[in-house]
């Protein structure tokens, strides 16, 4: 297995990174961590035909701007796209016109499929739990079991039960720290490394 962070950054990018997107490559499949500006990446790192899988956690921007670069990309397998109820309404909204192409066009080399989970991980090779994290917004968070190891994914969270339960005994535990340590901005709904 391996996992490339493509973008780490919150909100917007730097001079040293992207807003988030990570790539896990199992041994059948890529799994792609939401699709921020990291997500223009991809085709560096998908070189076959391995299924790939994208699970969202939220619909802020800084997690799905990178969705408008779909169009550089030619993965014949497609993309199946997981996230949370309401995941296909409000892509359909955002990933079309006027803003940018939609996923259904002409111009789109390949297949894009919108699911909404939990109802519909029967359709997943691997197994995964997600839960509803403490944000702004509704945002999950995930339980991956992957080649035997537990990669849990909890990015823009406070502290909450949820996350303890998807963290517990997880072999990885991707997360973030929005604060420096000391700083705690319980209206930003964010961690600190202290937390």
Not at 3 to 31: A, H, P, R, V
Request: some cysteine; proline content about 5%; overall charge negative.
């Amino acid at each position: 297995m391996k996992i490339t962070f493509l973008g780490t950054n919150g909100w917007y990018d730097t001079d040293t990174g992207n807003t988030i997107s990570t790539l896990i490559e199992t041994k059948d499949c890529f799994i792609i961590l939401d699709a921020g500006n990291g997500f223009y990446k991809l085709d560096k790192y998908i070189k076959n035909e391995k299924p790939i899988y994208l699970f969202l956690s939220h619909f802020h921007l800084d997690h799905i701007v990178g969705l408008h670069t779909k169009n550089k990309f030619n993965f014949k397998q497609g993309i199946k796209i997981y996230g949370q109820k309401g995941t296909k309404d409000i892509l359909n909204k955002i990933i079309n016109q006027p803003f940018t192409v939609p996923f259904k066009h002409e111009w789109m080399l390949y297949n894009i499929e919108v699911y909404e989970l939990p109802e519909q991980t029967n359709t997943l090779p691997f197994s995964v739990e997600s839960k509803p994290l403490s944000h702004w917004s509704p945002c999950l968070g995930f339980r991956f079991k992957l080649e035997e190891k537990i990669i849990s994914y909890c990015i823009d969270t406070a502290p909450c039960e949820n996350l303890i339960d998807l963290a517990e005994n997880a072999d990885l535990l991707i997360m973030e720290c929005a604060f420096r340590p000391g700083e705690n901005y319980k209206e930003m709904v964010h961690l600190n490394p202290e937390i």
